[in-house]
């Protein structure tokens, strides 16, 4: 408790306490700024990414116009959906089919379209993604997967419900024609992957190996979304690749 006498500083226990919190408090400031200085730093890497000529030609935006998104269309979350089905049915689907229509209620601008309808793209082996929008509704939708026994439920929320059959009852009349009822599965459906999808897929950007998901993946997955609407407006099945020769093929659509 001995100070040096040149020192003006009281030391009282209520000094000693400010002295010793000063250190602690000092590092917690400097890792919080680290945190918003590297938090800063992605946004822009990714704003930058973003405004690149090859991702930008696909809506021609500006950045704040690009932040401003819209929540149900046909397009702007159902091609995520149709990814989805690329991705599960391990293959791109043949043909899309289906009856839509447009309405220009796009927040993101004036000249924009937001799509309602439902779509229809066949895969493989019989199976089919089923869409539908609706823009006289603002309710959140889900996606509903059916499997051979049970039924997999992806809420607005995020959250995971599994359904599935009776055993016993599946036994009894294994045929595919002879329906029951699903029951919610109380264990654990998805088991968290150890890395964040995001986190993996931003690493695999910034290096110089090859993309799990790659632009032409993308670039696929994107014209399997866009045939729907030659679909709406042909009213006819569309075989998907699109073909060059189509009326369709170089047409903008004013979607995002």
């Known amino acids: 408790d001995v100070i040096r ?25 400097f890792i919080v700024m680290l945190v918003c200085m590297y938090t800063t730093f992605k946004c822009i890497r990714i704003s ?22 819209v929540a149900q269309c046909l397009i702007t979350t159902g091609m995520h959906w149709v990814d989805l089905a690329v991705d599960l049915f391990r293959g791109f689907p043949t043909a899309v089919s289906g009856l839509g229509s447009a309405d220009r209620m796009n927040p993101r601008g004036t000249d924009l379209d937001v799509w309602q309808g439902t779509a229809v793209w066949q895969f493989s082996s019989g199976r089919l993604l089923t869409l539908t929008y609706s823009n006289h509704t603002s309710v959140d939708g889900f996606l509903s997967i059916y499997c051979p026994r049970g039924r997999v439920d992806i809420c607005p929320d995020g959250v995971i419900r599994a359904f599935r059959r009776d055993d016993a009852e599946v036994e009894r009349d294994p045929r595919i024609t002879r329906t029951g009822e699903a029951v919610v599965v109380d264990a654990q459906v998805f088991a968290p992957p150890s890395v964040h999808p995001v986190a993996r897929a931003l690493d695999e950007l910034e290096s110089d ?48």
């Open 5 to 29: 006498p040149e020192c003006t500083v009281d030391y009282t226990p209520q000094t000693k306490l400010l002295f010793v919190l000063i250190g602690p408090a000092a590092c917690a400031l």
């Open 48 to 69: 930058r990414m973003l405004q690149n000529d090859c991702v930008k030609s696909v809506s021609n935006k500006s950045f704040n116009e690009t932040a401003v998104s």
């Open 209 to 256: 190996g090859p993309l799990t998901y790659s632009t032409r993946d993308a670039a696929r997955s994107l014209e399997c979304a866009l045939a729907a609407l030659v679909a709406f407006e042909s009213r006819r099945t569309v075989p998907l690749p699109l073909e060059k020769s189509s009326e369709y093929y170089s047409r903008q659509w004013a979607v995002t």
